[in-house]
């Protein structure tokens, strides 16, 4: 999933400001599961906002509405109303979301509530963590299910790269080394020698550094 976390109040508040007619609109997929935009924080945010507005003595119109995904036009419409009547939609959704949000409604002012991280699984409960970068070649096949692009500091391909202490990343000590977890998974795996072949350049074209990606499936296009 996408991981995002709210941006600081004040930062909103500025972002809001003059706008006098507001929807606060959530997203009941990713961000929800990260307690960062989904239906209890729009709630929350709503809240927030009107007793900011009433202690400052600025007059606010607030709705409120989460839909079931802000990244895909088809949930879209039952807002439109909503979208049309504020001056401005706060989106508790994350950049994609906020983008198909500017992209169905090129007339409306969409602002973005929520700083976006990156694809990552939940810990526990308040901890997600980073497991994916998108790179556009997947090599998990061959280092046992962990991902060296997103979870090895350097993004190293062939690790480990010799300053690992206890398992720890030398770049930072806070977090595993990847590869020792990659050696220590493949060990466990009995397929060590997977290890033994080098792999090749990575073809960083396919990772987005070429401009933004795009996926066209012919056999789904009507
Ligand atoms: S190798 Fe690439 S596609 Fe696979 S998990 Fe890592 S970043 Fe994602
Ligand atoms: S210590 Fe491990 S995780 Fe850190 S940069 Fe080196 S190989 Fe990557």
Redesign the pocket.
């Known amino acids: 999933m996408i991981v995002a976390q709210q941006k600081d109040f004040d930062e909103i508040k500025e972002m809001i400001r003059g706008y006098k007619r507001l929807l606060v609109l959530g997203c009941q997929t990713c961000v929800a599961i990260s307690f960062a935009g989904g239906k209890h924080e729009v709630e929350i945010m709503a809240s927030m906002i009107r007793i900011d507005r009433k202690m400052t003595e600025q007059d606010v119109e607030i709705r409120e509405d989460t839909i079931v995904r802000q990244c895909d036009f088809e949930f879209m419409d039952p807002i439109k109303d909503q979208v049309a009547d504020a001056d401005a939609v706060l989106s508790l959704a994350c950049g994609v979301g906020v983008q198909t949000m500017a992209e169905r409604f090129p007339d409306k002012v969409i602002l973005p509530g929520l700083n976006t991280g990156f ?1 990552g699984m939940t810990e526990k409960l308040g901890v997600w963590s980073e ?10 096949d061959k ?1 046992g299910g962990l ?4 979870r090895c500091s350097k993004s190293l391909f062939n690790g480990p790269c010799g300053g690992s202490v206890d398992g720890k990343c030398e770049i930072n000590p806070d977090i595993d080394c990847v590869w020792q977890l990659i050696i220590d998974r493949l060990k466990k795996l009995n397929r060590l020698e997977s290890l033994e072949e080098i792999l090749p350049v990575k073809d960083w074209g396919v ?1 987005g550094h070429g401009g933004p990606r795009k996926v066209v499936r012919e056999d789904l296009i009507t």
């Open positions: 694809m497991r994916c970068a998108g790179c556009g070649n997947c090599i998990l280092t991902c060296p692009v997103a990772s």
